[in-house]
Nanobody, 122 residues
Framework: QLEESGGGTVQAGVSLTLSCAAS????????VAWFRQGPGMERTLVTA????????EYADSVKGRFTLLRDTAKNTFYLQMNSLKPEDTAVYYC?????????????????WGQGTQVTVSS
């Protein structure tokens, strides 16, 4: 089970960190990812890492600004977002898949959080 927190309304240019707390399993054994879905848009990958943490993928639109972090002691993973832009406005979802790869597709993940809204004003 995954539970997100940390969303909110911020101004462009600031930083925000989303958290995804896991229960029922250790995040160190899971491929984990963040997806987002803007108004009227499909859910798309923001970033994903494989269960080993040896491969991490980022969407081109967030490279250099967003970072996926994993804290196995807290059984939580994070999405650190810097230099936020209005086009980053979306509902953000965390996802996990046991022993998986850094998959870019929704079908690659078996567990999902409920989503948290991030709104970036100009």
């Amino acid at each position: 089970q995954l539970e997100e927190s940390g969303g909110g309304t911020v101004q462009a240019g600031v930083s925000l960190t989303l958290s995804c707390a896991a229960s029922g399993g250790s995040v160190k054994n899971y491929a984990v990812a963040w997806f987002r879905q803007g108004p009227g848009m499909e859910r798309t990958l923001v970033t994903a890492t494989n269960w080993k943490g040896s491969v991490t993928e980022y969407a081109d639109s967030v490279k250099g600004r967003f970072t996926l972090l994993r804290d196995t002691a807290k059984n939580t993973f994070y999405l650190q977002m810097n230099s936020l832009k209005p086009e980053d406005t979306a509902v953000y979802y965390c996802a996990a898949n046991f022993g998986g790869d850094a998959t870019r597709t929704i079908r690659g993940y078996e567990s999902w959080g409920q989503g948290t809204q991030v709104t970036v004003s100009s």
